[in-house]
């Protein structure tokens, strides 16, 4: 029935809504006060809701933490599919760090709230590592190697570089959260140009090694 569709839809909808509101809110008590201080009533109450409420969606406040690493890992995922062709080796690796800065900085409080409980549990680590860095890594490394094929990179470990070069944008992403005031647009942009310059220098087929590959 069209509007029993219409009704399940719309009820989907409005949860998706609310998760989001009750996460957003999370997100920001706990990058202020520390997850371990939050409580779920603080939460409540920055997202305008009653404390059962957010029980109502969310069992407990780590189950709110896990939440936001899935929603980072949905949010890291979505545009990769969307970058300039492989090709084009500048304007890819480009989009991708640039990607992958921009997902940092539209999502600070979260990965503020995320980072410190990262480094202590094990089980939001491994969801972490799983959902967030694992699918870019593999990302990565699959381009690397199909370039490598192409003849347009040496050939290396691609995994190796892979963690490699998301390991260093992740460094400058943290410097961001420190002093986010640091960096401007313009000097963003000039950070994203130089590591592409730096990574694309050292995959590129050296001379030498065409005529290698040629004889």
């Given at each position: 029935?069209?509007?029993?569709?219409?009704?399940?839809t719309k009820r989907k909808?409005?949860?998706?809504?609310?998760?989001?509101q009750?996460?957003?809110?999370?997100?920001r008590?706990?990058?202020r006060?520390?997850?371990?201080?939050?409580t779920t009533?603080e939460?409540a109450?920055e997202?305008?809701?009653?404390e059962?409420t957010i029980?109502?969606?969310?069992?407990?406040k780590r189950?709110?933490?896990?939440a936001?690493a899935?929603r980072?890992?949905?949010?890291s995922?979505q545009?990769?599919d969307s970058l300039?062709p492989?090709?084009?080796?500048?304007?890819?690796?480009?989009?991708?760090i640039?990607?992958r800065?921009?997902?940092?900085?539209s999502?600070l409080?979260?990965?503020?709230?995320?980072?410190?409980q990262i480094?202590?549990?094990?089980?939001?680590?491994?969801e972490?590592?799983t959902?967030?860095?694992s699918p870019?890594i593999s990302y990565?490394?699959?381009y690397?190697?199909?370039?490598e094929?192409?003849?347009?990179?040496?050939?290396?470990?691609?995994d190796?570089v892979?963690r490699?070069m998301?390991?260093?944008?992740?460094?400058f992403g943290?410097l961001w959260?420190?002093?986010?005031s640091?960096?401007?647009?313009?000097?963003?942009?000039?950070?994203?140009?130089?590591?592409?310059?730096l990574?694309l220098?050292?995959?590129?087929?050296r001379?030498s090694e065409?005529k290698?590959r040629?004889?």
């Amino acid at each position: 029935m069209p509007e029993a569709r219409d009704r399940a839809t719309k009820r989907k909808r409005l949860k998706e809504q609310r998760e989001t509101q009750i996460l957003d809110a999370a997100a920001r008590v706990f990058a202020r006060k520390g997850y371990e201080r939050a409580t779920t009533r603080e939460i409540a109450s920055e997202a305008g809701l009653s404390e059962g409420t957010i029980y109502n969606y969310f069992d407990s406040k780590r189950h709110l933490l896990i939440a936001m690493a899935v929603r980072l890992a949905l949010d890291s995922l979505q545009e990769l599919d969307s970058l300039p062709p492989m090709e084009d080796e500048q304007a890819h690796v480009t989009a991708l760090i640039t990607n992958r800065f921009e997902l940092l900085l539209s999502n600070l409080d979260l990965v503020r709230a995320l980072m410190p409980q990262i480094l202590v549990d094990d089980d939001l680590r491994q969801e972490y590592m799983t959902k967030v860095l694992s699918p870019a890594i593999s990302y990565l490394g699959e381009y690397l190697k199909k370039r490598e094929v192409a003849g347009a990179f040496r050939k290396v470990k691609a995994d190796f570089v892979a963690r490699a070069m998301i390991g260093a944008v992740m460094s400058f992403g943290f410097l961001w959260l420190q002093q986010p005031s640091d960096l401007d647009e313009r000097s963003r942009d000039e950070l994203v140009s130089e590591m592409v310059g730096l990574f694309l220098d050292g995959l590129r087929v050296r001379p030498s090694e065409q005529k290698d590959r040629q004889s």
